[in-house]
C-alpha cells in the first residue's frame, strides 16, 4: 500500500521525563530527560523509520505513543482524536486499531501459553470472535499470514526459533486487525539472514493489509530498506527528517552524517570516509545547553553552545509547502545544516 497523504498519527511537542529518587525517603533528586519536545506526523500507509544510538528515548516514544507509558506532556493524535487525554476504558477500545510488535521474541511470549492461546487472548479480550470454530479459523488464518504451519497452534514459544517466535509476535499484533503499529527493533534479536525474511514478510503484510508502522532500529541498512521516511533522533529530540532517498543522499544534520558515515560498504574498493564522534553522549539527566549535539559535533561554532536550533523545514528544489504525501519536505535541527 502507498501514502495515501491522510495523516493517520500526529505527534505534538511530545514530552517524557522519568524522576530519579534516592534517600531515606525516596525524595526527587533528578530528572531523566528521555523525551524532550518531538513532534511528526505519520501518514496513512508509510512507515517512518526512527533511528538513533542506544539510550536516545526511540522506544520509550514507542511507548508513550500506545500509552504503556504515560507521557508527560505533549499530545497524540490518532485519526484526529487526542489520545493522550482519554480514560482508560476509552482507550481499551481504541487499543485494537494500535498495536506493537516488541524488540525481544524470547521475553516478550509467555512460555506457558500455547499458540492458540496467544493468539486467542487479544481475540477474547475485544470479543472478536461468536463462536470457538470462528476462534480457531481467525487462528489459522494468522498463522497462514504470517508463515507459520498450522500444527503451531498446540506448540509452546520454547519449541520455536528466533524467527518462528516473531513470526508469532507479528500474528499477535494483527490478530485484532489494527491499522498502525509500533515495531520496536522487531530484528535486532535475529539473525541477518532471518532479518531479511521478516522484513520482507512486514512488507508484504503492509500492502495486503494497508498497515501504517513506525519502524525503530539502529541498523541503518534495515530502515534504508523498509522506510518511506526516516527521522533521527539524538538524546531525546528529533535533529533530522526527511523523505528515505533525500535523507541517505544527502544528510544535512552532523549527526546523520556521521551515522550513515558508519555504515559499512561491500566493495572493497570502493573507500568511504568515516565521520568519528569524539566523546560520549551526554547524560539525559544534565543535557548540554544549546544544541544537544555541540559536545561532538566536528562544525560547531559559539552559537551552537548557546542557542538550541528548533526543526525547521529546508527549502528543497522542486518542493512544493503543501505537497500531498509530505515527502519532498525536509526538516533538521541544525545552525548550519549540510555543512561538513
Do not use: W
Not at 520455536?160 to 517466535?165: A, E, N, V
Amino acid at each position: 500500500m502507498t501514502c495515501t497523504g491522510e495523516v493517520l498519527l500526529s505527534v505534538e511537542n511530545l514530552v517524557k521525563h522519568f524522576p530519579i529518587r534516592g534517600g531515606v525517603f525516596s525524595r526527587q533528586i533528578g530528572t531523566v530527560k528521555a523525551v524532550s519536545g518531538v513532534s511528526f506526523e505519520i501518514r496513512k500507509g508509510e512507515t517512518l523509520g526512527l533511528v538513533g544510538e542506544s539510550g536516545c528515548g526511540k522506544s520509550t516514544l514507542g511507548r508513550c505513543l500506545l500509552r504503556l507509558i504515560e507521557p508527560t506532556s505533549g499530545k497524540v493524535f490518532f485519526k484526529g482524536r487526542e489520545i493522550t487525554q482519554i480514560n482508560s476504558a476509552e482507550f481499551r477500545k481504541l487499543r485494537r486499531n494500535i498495536q506493537i510488535i516488541f524488540q525481544d521474541p524470547y521475553a516478550s511470549l509467555n512460555p506457558r501459553m500455547t499458540v492458540e492461546e496467544i493468539l486467542g487472548e487479544p481475540l477474547d479480550i475485544h470479543r472478536l470472535c461468536r463462536t470457538r470454530r470462528d476462534r480457531m479459523n481467525r487462528i489459522l488464518h494468522l498463522l497462514d499470514l504470517c508463515g507459520l504451519r498450522r500444527e503451531a497452534v498446540a506448540r509452546y514459544p520454547h519449541e520455536f526459533s528466533g524467527g518462528q517466535r516473531q513470526r508469532i509476535c507479528i500474528a499477535r499484533a494483527l490478530a485484532v486487525e489494527p491499522e498502525f503499529i509500533v515495531c520496536d527493533e522487531p530484528v535486532s534479536a535475529l539473525d541477518v539472514s532471518i532479518q531479511a525474511q521478516i522484513i520482507n514478510l512486514m512488507q508484504d503484510l503492509q500492502k495486503e493489509l494497508g498497515l501504517t508502522y513506525l519502524f525503530i532500529a539502529h541498523d541503518l541498512r534495515v530502515v534504508e530498506h523498509i522506510s518511506s521516511r526516516v527521522a533521527v533522533m539524538y538524546l531525546g529530540k528529533l535533529v533530522e527528517i526527511a523523505d528515505s532517498e533525500a535523507l541517505y543522499a544527502a544528510p544535512s544534520h552532523p549527526y546523520t552524517q556521521a551515522l550513515l558515515s558508519a555504515i559499512p560498504v561491500p566493495d572493497p574498493n570502493h573507500e568511504k570516509e568515516r565521520i568519528i564522534l569524539r566523546g560520549d553522549v551526554p547524560s539525559p539527566v544534565h543535557p548540554p545547553k544549546g544544541c544537544y549535539f555541540h559536545p561532538r559535533c566536528p562544525i560547531c561554532k559559539d552559537n551552537c553552545r548557546l542557542e538550541r536550533p528548533e526543526l525547521r523545514e529546508l527549502a528543497q528544489p522542486g518542493a512544493t509547502k503543501d505537497s500531498v504525501d509530505g515527502i519532498d519536505r525536509h526538516g533538521v535541527a541544525c545552525h548550519y545544516p549540510g555543512l561538513r
